[in-house]
């Protein structure tokens, strides 16, 4: 069984550039969340989607959007890039009902020039 | 943001030693918890969960002891391999009918041969 799949690995982008990340779950997996990771502040929760709608979402500024597909697949995007976005940008996925395991992909390495 | 990464703890043992890794976490009310082991370059790998009405749960060479009394998780490594050296993270879903998880920092485990 294939496990997350987050694309691209790398991207180098530059400030007021906006960038869209993707995110392919688990196959039957339904429920889609993002986290951001920086060594500064650790792992925190972007936000989450599930059965294409967006269930919860972290203290974040609005450049921060997302949204899923009927195919549970997830997008991400953030505009206006700043410099400390620059980050390792996470995607788990699970069957949908809370307290469940949640599988992680490897993320995205998004740098800011 | 509600995850603090500004420092993190190491944790050095000999190959074959067992190895305990603690973790405090935030909310009385959180219902399920999860240990995830992060490689290099690597997403969190989901090692073993745990519900609130357990205060012990194992798998294969791992146990995880919840006391909600103090709000502490641990995680216990047996026989630990050269393999297991990664950096370990307790997550918290603070419950609700979402998949949001609250990180902690994260303890380094390094294992020498």
């Known amino acids: 069984k294939a496990g997350v799949t987050q694309t691209p690995r790398y991207l180098i982008k530059t400030r007021g550039q906006q960038v869209t990340l993707s995110c392919s779950p688990i196959s039957g997996h339904r429920s889609v969340s993002w986290y951001q990771q920086t060594p500064g502040q650790g792992l925190q929760f972007l936000f989450e989607y599930f059965s294409e709608t967006q269930r919860n979402k972290g203290n974040f500024p609005g450049r921060f959007s997302g949204r899923q597909f009927s195919n549970s697949r997830s997008e991400m995007n953030v505009s206006t890039l700043e410099l400390g976005d620059s980050a390792l940008y996470l995607c788990?996925?699970?069957?949908?009902?809370?307290?469940?395991?949640?599988?992680f992909g490897d993320g995205t390495r998004l740098s800011i020039l | 943001g509600e995850s603090v990464g500004l420092h993190l703890p190491t944790l050095s043992v000999q190959e074959g030693d067992n190895s305990i890794i603690n973790c405090a976490y935030s909310?009385?009310?959180?219902?399920?918890f999860i240990w995830y082991k992060q490689e290099s370059g690597k997403g969190p790998q989901f090692i073993i969960d745990?519900?609130?009405?357990?205060d012990k749960r194992q798998g294969q060479r791992v146990t995880v002891l919840l006391n909600k009394t103090v709000k502490h998780l641990s995680l216990q490594i047996a026989a630990t391999q050269p393999g297991d050296s990664a950096v370990y993270f307790c997550?918290?879903?603070?419950?609700?009918?979402?998949?949001?998880?609250?990180f902690g920092t994260g303890t380094l485990l390094a294992v020498q041969p």
């Open positions: 745990i519900r609130s009405n357990m």
């Open positions: 909310n009385s009310a959180s219902d399920y």
């Open positions: 788990a996925s699970s069957f949908g009902p809370p307290n469940q395991p949640q599988h």
């Open positions: 997550a918290e879903n603070s419950g609700g009918a979402t998949n949001k998880l609250i």
